[in-house]
């Protein structure tokens, strides 16, 4: 694996440049890109074998869960990473827990001393003050010969975030971070490739969400999930180990919820 301080040897790059190849990893920079996403897709159409990693230095269309855009200006980090049959299609609902953890990582060690460490809203997002920093967006798609490609989509906001979203924002700099989106993204490089190589394609799951839950924000505590026909109030009492949310409602009622925004009351 690449090593952290050779990634920070090269950090200034331009669209076209390369980080250097691992035995595992490989690492492709662009300018203006329509998302990361998209290019990793397009790529496993094309044959490519995956363990590719996309960044962009601007996205025009960036896209976040459930069809949202994602602002997407110059200054803030895109990345995708490709990755083909990264395991059982059946292993696959508890990736996004490892990535969660992985993003957590890279945020938590450019942070300045005296910031509260960051917490992980569930399913993905990462907080820092309380404010959503980062958006991630998991793809896949099955290919022509069968195999299936999984696109990890991960945005950090540096210098930018939204004014309109529905759950306040915040940026890198706003918490009092100088790092450029080229060391971020080394950070992650390495955060990720760590974690994956915990998640073990699906077999470190408890390991995973061990460490999710330690970073978790909310656990105990009363929230409201927003589910796309209606809204569930109650205390945040755990999640599974293919990361869905158990709930208690108000009527005492355990719920477990896959998909949902959750707000905390």
Same mark, same amino acid.
């Given at each position: 694996?690449?090593?952290?301080?050779?990634?920070?040897? #090269?950090?200034?790059?331009?669209?076209?440049?390369?980080?250097?190849?691992?035995?595992?990893?490989?690492?492709?920079?662009?300018?203006?890109?329509?998302?990361?996403?998209?290019?990793?897709?397009?790529?496993?159409?094309?044959?490519?074998?995956? #363990?590719?990693?996309?960044?962009?230095?601007?996205?025009?269309?960036?896209?976040?869960?459930?069809?949202?855009?994602?602002?997407?200006?110059?200054?803030? &980090?895109?990345?995708?990473?490709? &990755?083909?049959?990264?395991?059982?299609?059946? *292993?696959? *609902?508890?990736?996004?827990?490892?990535?969660?953890? +992985?993003?957590?990582?890279?945020?938590?060690?450019?942070?300045?001393?005296?910031?509260?460490?960051?917490?992980?809203?569930?399913?993905?997002?990462?907080?820092?003050?309380? +404010?959503?920093?980062?958006?991630?967006l998991l793809e896949s798609e099955i290919l022509p010969g069968g195999?299936? *490609?999984?696109?990890?989509?991960?945005?950090?906001?540096?210098?930018?975030?939204?004014?309109?979203?529905?759950?306040?924002?915040?940026?890198?700099?706003?918490?009092?971070?100088?790092?450029?989106?080229?060391?971020?993204?080394?950070?992650?490089?390495?955060?990720?490739?760590?974690? &994956?190589?915990?998640?073990?394609?699906?077999?470190?799951?408890?390991?995973?969400?061990? #460490?999710?839950?330690?970073?978790?924000?909310?656990?105990?505590?009363?929230?409201?999930? #927003?589910?796309?026909?209606?809204?569930?109030?109650?205390?945040?009492?755990?999640?599974?180990?293919?990361?869905? &949310?158990?709930?208690?409602?108000?009527?005492?009622?355990?719920?477990?919820?896959?998909?949902?925004?959750?707000?905390?009351?």
């Amino acid at each position: 694996m690449v090593r952290l301080q050779a990634l920070l040897r #090269n950090p200034c790059l331009r669209p076209g440049d390369r980080l250097p190849v691992s035995e595992n990893y490989r690492h492709i920079s662009l300018g203006d890109v329509e998302s990361t996403n998209l290019e990793c897709l397009q790529r496993a159409r094309d044959g490519d074998g995956g #363990n590719l990693w996309i960044t962009a230095e601007r996205q025009l269309s960036g896209r976040a869960r459930r069809g949202r855009s994602w602002v997407s200006e110059t200054g803030n &980090l895109y990345a995708s990473l490709l &990755l083909i049959d990264p395991a059982p299609a059946a *292993a696959l *609902a508890s990736l996004p827990l490892a990535v969660a953890v +992985a993003v957590h990582r890279a945020i938590a060690r450019v942070m300045p001393s005296g910031v509260d460490t960051p917490r992980i809203k569930w399913p993905n997002d990462v907080l820092v003050n309380g +404010a959503k920093i980062s958006g991630i967006l998991l793809e896949s798609e099955i290919l022509p010969g069968g195999a299936r *490609a999984v696109v990890i989509g991960c945005g950090i906001n540096i210098v930018h975030a939204p004014k309109d979203a529905n759950y306040r924002a915040t940026t890198l700099n706003e918490a009092g971070s100088s790092v450029s989106a080229e060391e971020l993204f080394a950070r992650l490089y390495q955060s990720m490739a760590e974690e &994956l190589t915990t998640w073990n394609q699906g077999r470190g799951v408890a390991a995973v969400r061990s #460490n999710w839950l330690d970073y978790a924000q909310g656990i105990g505590k009363p929230i409201t999930v #927003n589910l796309p026909d209606r809204s569930i109030s109650g205390t945040f009492r755990d999640i599974d180990h293919s990361g869905c &949310l158990i709930l208690v409602d108000r009527d005492n009622k355990t719920q477990t919820i896959a998909a949902g925004d959750v707000f905390f009351d």
